[in-house]
């Protein structure tokens, strides 16, 4: 199995995805990480029927990191309602790690536009953020980012680490907004120009370069507040120095 199981319990599991593993597809010939938990659960756990493993939230298939999935629908009730809209909106806190091709300017800020699905598969900024004109089919997008090195790459190429917020979990959110602010994640074919096309091929970079390193919620049934952290395994992440940015978060 693919899928690194990271805590487990009676009401949900909390997983890492690796980069390149879909957390669902209709492929069948195809590996993801809802069919890779479906047989543990019914490996470990046989009852009547197949097991019940409710999707939370989805991590896009070239992306590594942290994903919560409840075992009971009552579960995947609570922690649904801790993703956003009303009552326990915002208890779920999902950080990431993103390798920015430039630096962005400010350092440090808050990126709110519309994003709106296209018909060519990727996400577009519809507009800005509140208080601007909206096209019918945006949806509000709201992350907050802080870079915490820029280094320059044996290649020359300069390269940020940047620490995202998501506020909102909209289709691509991440990718699209960063390119559109000017600094595409590195190894993003769908998002990236000619530039970091070229800058990833210099670096030997083949996914792109974000991580779902830190995911915190509140157990829906104990109510204690769970945290996990997981360094980047993947190459885009190796120019910089990841251990001292996960001690300071301790």
């Known amino acids: 199995m693919k899928t690194e199981i990271i805590y487990e319990d009676g009401e949900l599991l909390v997983v890492w995805k690796p980069a390149g593993l879909a957390t669902q597809t209709a492929k069948t010939e195809q ?16 009852g009547k029927g197949a097991p019940y493993l409710g999707i939370i939230h989805r991590l896009d298939q070239p992306v590594e990191g942290m994903l919560v999935f409840a075992k009971k629908r009552s579960a ?25 091709c430039g630096k962005p300017v400010p350092e440090e800020g808050e990126l709110v536009d519309y994003l709106r699905k296209g018909t060519d598969g990727r996400a577009q900024v519809a507009g800005k953020g509140p208080g601007h004109p ?26 940020s680490l940047a620490d995202i917020r998501i506020e909102t979990g909209r289709f691509h959110q991440i990718r699209a907004q960063m390119a559109n602010a000017g600094v595409p994640l590195l190894g993003d074919v ?23 390193y830190r995911l915190e919620l509140v157990h829906p049934v104990s109510g204690k507040l769970l945290q996990f952290e997981k360094l980047p395994q993947t190459r885009g992440f190796s120019f910089f120095s990841l251990s001292g940015e996960q001690d300071r978060l301790r």
């Open 31 to 46: 590996a993801d990480v809802v069919s890779e938990l479906k047989n543990y659960l019914a490996r470990t756990a046989p």
């Open 76 to 100: 995947a009730a609570a922690l649904t309602a801790q993703l956003g809209g009303q009552g326990n909106a915002g208890l779920m806190n999902k950080q990431y790690y993103a390798v920015l």
């Open 134 to 159: 909206q096209e019918p089919a945006g949806k509000p997008a709201i992350l907050s980012y802080r870079v915490l090195q820029t280094v320059a790459a044996s290649s020359g190429d300069e390269l």
């Open 190 to 212: 769908k998002y990236g120009n000619e530039r970091t096309g070229a800058a990833a091929q210099r670096l030997g970079v083949r996914t792109v370069a974000l991580c779902a």
